[in-house]
């Protein structure tokens, strides 16, 4: 097949993966425009799931609609609180903020934190996602003619616990990326999808970069003197 004649066939998923590397580095730098990013990548891979018969991918895709929007307002709305202007301590003298910590104008939103996960949350998001998978598996197995039920409904459930995480900045939900990258990766070769395979081969390896981005940026409680 000529290159001209892959590119018009594939268009749309070559566009998606784009638009989906572009998301990734966004998600790493931490900006709030990852979002509409999102929403964007997962209009266009609803379709490419769909044609391919990837079912519990393409219902995925749905959910990260969803998500992105309540993500896109979480991170908008930041704490809740107000950043306050230089303290006073009880002496009365101005107290002038650490170098080390950003600064923020007085009155500005505080952004939402990266926090790391807790065990009682952990324990949660696991029995979540054992519920997800079984019922996506017993969906994808009696109901369609999906290729690949398990597969799919595992890299489907990870996925919905990932960007839940992400949505609230839980450093550890990078790790899960790079588990649900790499079996994408192979899943995707073996239906085909060209495209999407070298997107989230990007991703796996975006994903561990993001890792040490994070971990940078994680608040380290202070000690007092």
Same mark, same amino acid.
């Given at each position: %097949?000529?290159?001209? !004649?892959?590119?018009?066939?594939?268009?749309? @998923?070559?566009?998606?993966?784009?638009? =989906?590397?572009?998301?990734?580095?966004l998600e790493i730098r931490q900006?709030?425009?990852?979002? /509409?990013?999102?929403?964007?990548?997962?209009?266009?891979? *609803?379709?490419?799931?769909?044609?391919?018969?990837?079912?519990? !991918? %393409?219902?995925?895709?749905?959910?990260?609609?969803?998500?992105?929007?309540?993500?896109?307002?979480?991170?908008?709305?930041?704490?809740?609180?107000?950043?306050? =202007?230089? =303290?006073?301590?009880? @002496?009365? @003298?101005?107290?002038?903020?650490?170098? @080390?910590? &950003?600064?923020?104008?007085?009155?500005?939103?505080?952004?939402?934190?990266?926090?790391?996960?807790? /065990?009682?949350?952990?324990? *949660?998001? $696991?029995?979540?996602?054992?519920?997800?998978?079984?019922?996506?598996?017993?969906?994808?197995?009696?109901?369609? !003619?999906? &290729?690949? &039920?398990?597969? !799919?409904?595992?890299?489907?459930?990870?996925?919905?616990?990932?960007?839940? %995480?992400?949505?609230?900045? *839980?450093?550890?939900?990078?790790?899960?990326?790079?588990?649900?990258?790499?079996? +994408?990766?192979?899943? $995707?070769?073996?239906? =085909?999808?060209? &495209?999407?395979?070298?997107?989230?081969?990007?991703?796996?390896?975006?994903?561990?970069a993001g890792l040490v981005a994070?971990?940078?940026?994680? /608040?380290?409680?202070?000690?007092? +003197?």
């Amino acid at each position: %097949m000529a290159v001209s !004649d892959w590119y018009s066939s594939d268009y749309i @998923e070559i566009f998606g993966a784009a638009a =989906g590397i572009v998301y990734v580095f966004l998600e790493i730098r931490q900006t709030i425009w990852l979002w /509409p990013v999102g929403i964007l990548t997962s209009a266009v891979y *609803i379709w490419v799931f769909f044609t391919s018969k990837i079912y519990a !991918d %393409m219902s995925l895709q749905g959910y990260y609609l969803i998500i992105s929007c309540f993500g896109w307002f979480w991170w908008g709305k930041g704490t809740g609180h107000r950043a306050q =202007g230089a =303290g006073q301590n009880k @002496e009365g @003298e101005i107290e002038e903020q650490s170098d @080390e910590i &950003p600064r923020q104008r007085k009155g500005e939103k505080e952004e939402l934190q990266v926090t790391r996960l807790k /065990p009682g949350t952990g324990a *949660i998001l $696991f029995v979540v996602f054992v519920l997800l998978y079984l019922a996506m598996w017993l969906i994808l197995t009696r109901l369609t !003619d999906s &290729p690949v &039920p398990v597969r !799919d409904s595992f890299i489907t459930s990870l996925s919905i616990i990932a960007t839940w %995480m992400l949505a609230r900045k *839980i450093y550890e939900h990078w790790y899960l990326w790079i588990v649900v990258n790499f079996v +994408s990766a192979v899943l $995707f070769l073996t239906r =085909g999808l060209y &495209p999407t395979v070298i997107l989230y081969v990007v991703y796996g390896v975006m994903s561990f970069a993001g890792l040490v981005a994070w971990k940078k940026t994680i /608040p380290h409680p202070q000690v007092p +003197s």
